[in-house]
DNA sequence: CGCGCTGTTGAAACTTGTCAAAGTTTGTGG
DNA sequence: CCACAAACTTTGACAAGTTTCAACAGCGCG
């Protein structure tokens, strides 16, 4: 092993932790920041940390002291009640933040779990106050990112709130084809990491119902699918049935 | 009139907008600040405003410059899709922030509603940033009060996605009672701001289910019902209908 | 004082959940 | 590498919960 200061020398670079280097620069918290800012960062994200699949990246109930970026993977996120019900809260994607419902009372209050084989960065959060005090930018995109998962909750809530089953399985479908397609995938093919069942928690239904869905859309011409594989054929119509257009 | 500057020697200070002098400091934005502080921040949070019952704070689509501080009266947040049907994302009471969701994109997501004549503080959010790098405290409790909103609005997902329209209304009661509470009302007693629709619509109901409700629990002695009035006569047996449980 | 908005209640229709059985895939250990 | 078990998915029939439609009552604002 070289000497640390000698790292940056080597090929091995490329594998350090380093927002400067990492390719989510734009989907992720360093948005915005220049060079002198991202050397700062740099400094801050800790450790990478790797997680196989089923495995928590953290519980509800254990202290909060880190938000993490997810460098590769697929995760969810779910509450489990005391009488046995959970619920998904949501699935998270290479780039985007996990943790950021610990921060109001420095206790995570669901779980995190990796659906695949994930990586995620730390980023201790005392030192991302202290940053974000030093750079307007981050500060600034991190009060986006909070903000946006606000408005992504509402959405959800809508979801939940006035749509029907096969419109929450379409809402889904579109919102993950979306993320896909922000992240250099087709839009149209991907493979989903959840089962029916989470699938169904997450959109207040269950399984079997999801499972029909499904089954549905593939009769009406809508979208292939084989077990986990889906392929969107249909993205208007999907789109139509969402907003609940009837012709 | 007299000049702005001596308006401090009067006792119209009384209404003049500071947080200092705000019986809501420890519900609201200045929680946990020093007096120092405190004057700064009375700096930045601009004029009050009053808006009577019906009026929009914000609408969905308008650029978002501020957040808001209920000083007085009760609002709720909706969002429209062109479908013609609207979910109500929440109801806001004295010395919550609106508008958060605002700041992922600049512009409001939803509309802001006085439901009864209301008095409210408004704080230039890019203000708010600029003291926040100031003063360590009010950074954090900012961060945290957008935390609890991701956290509160987990909670609404729950609460669609997991419980039949009785334990969600139970839910929500419980909810309000709680609310009131902190802020020195009865715990047992209160009048509800909002129709049975704009219930239905926040908990994913028709309204019709929503009254049907209210009788229900009026039958089994959990509360009494007069239109708007409410008393809670059994918190107990709420909450044990909300998480379920079955004797 | 009456009109309109809000709330209540009933019956029927519809959507989703529940229960059950069988098929499929995946992972593990022999 | 095969066999078997466990986990996941699909599908059907029926039950339960919620919405829809409709009628009517009550309150409150102008």
Same mark, same amino acid.
């Given at each position: ?5 000698? $790292? !940056? ?25 220049? /060079? ?5 960062? /740099?400094?801050?994200?800790? !450790?990478?940390? &790797? ?7 953290? &519980? ?12 590769? #993977?697929?995760?969810?996120? /779910?509450?489990?009640?005391? /009488?046995? &019900? ?21 206790? +995570? @209050? ?16 005392? +030192? ?6 030093? $750079?307007?930018?981050?500060?600034? +995109? ?7 998962? $606000?408005? &992504?909750?509402? #959405?959800? =809530? =809508?979801?939940?709130?006035? =749509?029907? !089953? ?17 992240? #250099?995938?087709?839009? !149209? ?19 079997? @119902? ?26 208007? #119509?999907?789109?139509?049935? =969402? @907003?609940?257009?009837?012709?």
């Amino acid at each position: 092993m070289p000497p640390r200061s000698t $790292i !940056a020398k080597f090929p091995l670079e490329l594998v350090k932790t380093a927002c400067s280097n990492c390719n989510l620069r734009e989907l992720c918290l360093p948005l915005g920041l220049n /060079d002198h800012e991202l050397a700062k960062l /740099d400094e801050l994200v800790s !450790a990478r940390k &790797r997680l196989k699949r089923g495995e928590h990246l953290y &519980r509800s109930g254990q202290p909060f002291d880190a938000i993490y970026a997810i460098r590769s #993977g697929f995760f969810k996120t /779910d509450v489990l009640v005391e /009488d046995g &019900r959970d619920q998904v809260t949501g699935f998270q994607m290479t780039g985007e933040l996990l943790g950021l419902d610990g921060i109001s009372s420095e206790v +995570h @209050t669901c779980n995190a779990v990796a659906l695949e084989d994930s990586e995620i960065c730390t980023i201790p959060f005392t +030192h991302l106050e202290g940053l974000s005090r030093e $750079i307007h930018t981050l500060q600034h +995109h991190f009060h986006k990112v909070m903000s946006r998962e $606000i408005v &992504r909750d509402h #959405g959800v =809530m =809508m979801l939940l709130g006035m =749509m029907r !089953a096969e419109e929450r399985l379409a809402a889904f479908l579109l919102n993950l084809s979306q993320r896909f397609t922000a992240r #250099g995938y087709s839009p !149209a093919e991907f493979n989903l990491r959840m089962t029916r069942e989470e699938i169904g928690s997450y959109l207040g239904l269950k399984l079997e @119902t999801v499972s029909r869905a499904f089954s549905r859309f593939h009769e009406d011409g809508l979208i292939t699918v084989q077990q986990k594989h889906v392929r969107i054929l249909d993205t208007q #119509g999907l789109k139509k049935l =969402m @907003t609940h257009e009837r012709e």
